[in-house]
Every structure is written in C-alpha cells, then in structure tokens.
T-cell receptor, first 115, second 110 residues
Framework: NAGVTQTPKFQVLKTGQSMTLQCAQD?????MSWYRQDPGMGLRLIHY???????DQGEVPNGYNVSRSTTEDFPLRLLSAAPSQTSVYFC??????????????FGSGTRLTVV | GEDVEQSLFLSVREGDSSVINCTYT??????LYWYKQEPGAGLQLLTY?????DMKQDQRLTVLLNKKDKHLSLRIADTQTGDSAIYFC??????????FGKGTMLLVSP
C-alpha cells in the first residue's frame, strides 16, 4: 500500500498565485484532513472531511478551499497565496471507527514557500 | 487558548530515560496520543492510551495518565540517538479530530 501520498513535495509560489496541493490515500479511509505546521505553532487543522461529499472547517480555514468528490482524494486549494501561508502542509487520514487503534496516517508533507 | 501544552525541548544522554510531559484541557477526550516526527517526515503514531487507564507500557515506552490533573507523560527507557525527534501529544476532543500540542524536540547525545 502507498498509504497517504502528497504532491508536490516542494513548491514556491508568488503572492497572489493559486495552486492545489494533492492528497490521495489507498486505504479506503473515511476521514481525511489537512494540517499546517509552523515553527513554534505545532499542527493546526485547516479542513477535514468525514466522507465523500462532506467537508468542514478546522481551526485555520481562511484562504483555503477543499472538496471531497471521492473517498481517495482530498485536494487543498490555495485561492490567492500569501506569505503567511508559507508552511509545511500535511494530509492525514484514518478509519473513523478505529481512530484510537491506528490514529492518523500522515503523508510526508508539502513544503510551500510564498514569496 | 491552547488546548494541549508541552515543553518545547528536552536533551538527554544516550542510555538515560527521557520523560516528555503534556497537559490537556478537554476532559471528554476518550483517547490521548503520542506521535513522533523525524526530520523531513510526517507524524507517526507511537502509542495511545484510553482515558480510563492510568498507565500503558509498550516495550521501551511507558505512558502515564493523570486524569484528575489532565496530565500525560511519555517515558522512553534506554533512550537511543535514533529517538531524537519531535514528539507530539494529542487529544481527541471530537469524533475523528485531533488537537496537537506544539511538540517537544528530544535531542539525544552520545
């Protein structure tokens, strides 16, 4: 199994550009989420989804859009990139019912720099 | 305000025990977790504890939970240089969501 695959691994954007961070999982997990990790801030939840067609906001959703048209994919869209969105982005997934036993499976991250 | 708090840095010598502490705020959290992040990688689940347990042992790892004080600790016995990483405490305040602390960087010197 590939687990959780994030692409790209690195990206540099100019302020105002838009882009989509891709996340795919092949474990048939119902739950998927996006976190951003900033120095001294830990991980903060951006958006999450409990199943195809269902998404909700996390702690820091502004400037980001998500959709969940399939169980496998959960892309994160930056509408108009800002330097404050420079961060490392992690996608994570889990079986809802087995969250305790397996926790989240994390992708390896996308390091985004906005200049 | 911050829901999960951890000290930011811990330095130990190889072979010593490491203790990483965490306090959380949501008393309804059913499970509490410890994750490990190695440089340039995502987080991986180390262990978890159910809220009705006081202690859980898993090889070199011991998790202690004081529910009254909302205090969680992770003890790593015989710490090795390969244990150097960032360790995150997390609680589950809602179904299928996790709230993470800021992480404790563990540095193990030879």
């Amino acid at each position: 199994n590939a687990g959780v695959t994030q692409t790209p691994k690195f990206q540099v954007l100019k302020t105002g550009q838009s882009m989509t961070l891709q996340c795919a999982q092949d474990m048939n997990h119902e739950y998927m989420s996006w976190y951003r990790q900033d120095p001294g801030m830990g991980l903060r939840l951006i958006h999450y989804s409990v199943g195809a067609g269902i998404t909700d906001q996390g702690e820091v959703p502004n400037g980001y859009n998500v959709s969940r048209s399939t169980t496998e994919d959960f892309p994160l869209r930056l509408l108009s990139a800002a330097p404050s969105q420079t961060s490392v982005y992690f996608c994570a997934s889990s079986y809802q019912a087995n969250l305790a036993n397996y926790g989240y499976t994390f992708g390896s991250g996308t390091r985004l720099t906005v200049v | 305000g911050e829901d999960v708090e951890q000290s930011l840095f811990l330095s130990v010598r190889e072979g010593d025990s490491s203790v990483i502490n965490c306090t959380y705020t949501d008393s309804s959290s059913t499970y509490l977790y410890w994750y490990k992040q190695e440089p340039g990688a995502g987080l991986q689940l180390l262990t978890y504890i159910f809220s009705n347990m006081d202690m859980k042992q898993d090889q070199r790892l011991t998790v202690l939970l004081n529910k009254k004080d909302k205090h969680l600790s992770l003890r790593i016995a015989d710490t090795q240089t390969g244990d150097s990483a960032i360790y995150f405490c997390a609680e589950s305040p809602g179904y299928s969501t996790l709230t993470f602390g800021k992480g404790t960087m563990l540095l193990v010197s030879p």
